[in-house]
């Protein structure tokens, strides 16, 4: 135990010298771009001051050949001026690349120091990089370093972790449509269009900051769990599964009872009329036909819809449920980036949650109104359907992380350690995303174009890059 310790210790020490060395290699690579595109402007200001000449140059020369110099010939003279131009940039970019190009050279750095102390020139010799001999191998790394090595494990851990979250969130959520389409169904009703397309942005956005989920700069020696029937992912699946279908059937059997059979018949009556979905379809099939998507997608937001209970309380019930699923399933670290860190899906996920708490609150009526929400008879109704949700969020994190103790111990063990790790300082970068996110909505809902010109001017200049500070960083 104690030798195992001390392993890990070495591992870790050597690793962090790996991220350090990065970082340092990220500064030079930085600084060499600089330098490059600094000296190829400077050479191109000075080609082009010369350009002039090579043309007077390239016109004496034809004359005194005695060619003809007609219009023909002046563009032959500016097209010899133009390839003398592209071939005197491109042996320029060699040269750079050749002194700047590669930041592993460690020989360069002691070449500087030696001149400096010696105050005199010193060529370094021609010396073989690691690499060379096979650069076309799909594999090959020129670092002259085992960091790669380091870098694939961890994208694999990566890797198979988001691969597998995705099959677990795309199982729960195939499930819990599913239910819901029937159950809509079987009452004769079914969700209105502008509540699919307002939660599937949110909900979209979420999914694809999900899939590009990044992997930490540090490997951990717990491995993550590796396959899809794992007992702990297995059983864990079963059991999401159940409480979903279970508020969910729960939530549906409140709304019909609280509706009511003449309720209920208005809805099915009011779907059945043939006339608006002739209507529906005549409308999205003209729009389509003229080529004009702007008024097949308002054809879209604008079918019929009659708002009911048992649709309100569906969609509120089920947009929770799926960002249940994105926050349970979610595992993030010691294998990749949390979900704080993962600005998009946090930011995503965060505005889902409060949207529908505003929504269940009925907090702006004209917006429930305007996706066809109808409000909770009472305060009453409101607290149990607020129940079923945060029983499809409690209830599922707990079992899927009892799951994990139960099957997995030692994966418990990290992630009970990692999220003790994390304080409100970690939450900073997020919440400052956030103000970010809400500054842009304020002012480009202001409607001002001067503020508009302001603001980008102030991204600008707050965003500049500037080389003296650069090369600061880097010595």
Not at 4 to 28: C, F, H, I, R
Not at 38 to 57: C, N, P
Not at 327 to 350: A, C, D, Q
Not at 430 to 454: D, E, P, Q, R, Y
Request: aromatic share 8%; charged share 20%; glycine share 6%.
């Amino acid at each position: 135990g104690k030798e195992g310790a001390q392993g890990k210790g070495v591992l870790g020490m050597a690793e962090e010298l790996l991220n350090k060395q990065t970082l340092e290699l990220a500064k030079k690579a930085q600084l060499s771009q600089q330098i490059q595109r600094a000296a190829l402007s400077a050479k191109t200001r000075e080609l082009q001051s010369l350009q002039a000449q090579w043309l007077q140059d390239g016109l004496a020369e034809r004359e005194r050949k005695g060619e003809p110099l007609g219009v023909m010939g002046h563009i032959a003279v500016v097209k010899e001026t133009t390839k003398r131009m592209h071939r005197e940039m491109e042996a320029e970019k060699r040269r750079l690349a050749a002194v700047h190009g590669n930041v592993f050279d460690q020989q360069k750095d002691a070449v500087a120091k030696m001149t400096a102390e010696l105050g005199m020139d010193a060529d370094p010799l021609m010396m073989v990089k690691p690499g060379d001999a096979s650069v076309a191998a799909p594999f090959t790394s020129r670092s002259p370093s085992v960091r790669h090595i380091v870098d694939l494990i961890r994208q694999g851990r990566c890797t198979l972790l988001s691969a597998l979250q995705q099959q677990q969130i795309m199982m729960l959520e195939s499930l819990i449509s599913a239910y819901v389409l029937s159950a809509l169904s079987l009452e004769g009703a079914r969700s209105s269009e502008r509540q699919m397309i307002a939660s599937s942005w949110l909900l979209m956005i979420a999914s694809i900051a999900f899939s590009y989920a990044t992997p930490v700069e540090k490997m951990h020696p717990e491995r993550p769990l590796r396959r899809l029937f794992h007992p702990a992912i297995f059983w864990s699946m079963v059991g999401q599964a159940l409480i979903h279908l279970y508020c969910m059937r729960t939530a549906v059997n409140m709304a019909t009872e609280m509706m009511g059979p003449d309720k209920l018949a208005a809805v099915v009556a009011f779907h059945r009329r043939e006339k608006l979905r002739e209507m529906k379809e005549a409308a999205q099939q003209k729009a389509t036909d003229d080529g004009d998507w702007m008024a097949a997608s308002m054809a879209i937001w604008s079918t019929p819809f009659l708002p009911n209970l048992l649709n309100t309380c569906v969609f509120l019930v089920e947009t929770s449920q799926c960002v249940a699923i994105l926050l349970v399933n979610y595992k993030g670290r010691p294998w990749m980036k949390g979900i704080t860190e993962n600005h998009p899906l946090f930011l995503s996920l965060f505005a889902t949650v409060v949207g529908t708490a505003v929504l269940s609150w009925n907090l702006f009526p004209q917006l429930n109104e305007m996706i066809h929400l109808e409000p909770f008879p009472d305060d009453a109704f409101r607290l149990k359907v607020m129940r079923l949700v945060l029983m499809s969020l409690g209830g599922t994190f707990v079992w899927d992380r009892f799951m994990i103790y139960l099957f997995a111990p030692n994966v418990f063990k990290t992630l009970v350690e990692e999220a003790q790790a994390l304080s409100m300082i970690d939450l900073l970068p997020a919440i400052k995303t956030l103000c970010k996110v809400l500054t842009v909505m304020v002012v480009f809902g202001s409607g001002n174009i001067v503020l508009w010109g302001m603001a980008y001017m102030l991204y600008r200049k707050l965003n500049a890059p500037t080389s003296a500070n650069a090369v600061a960083a880097v010595a």
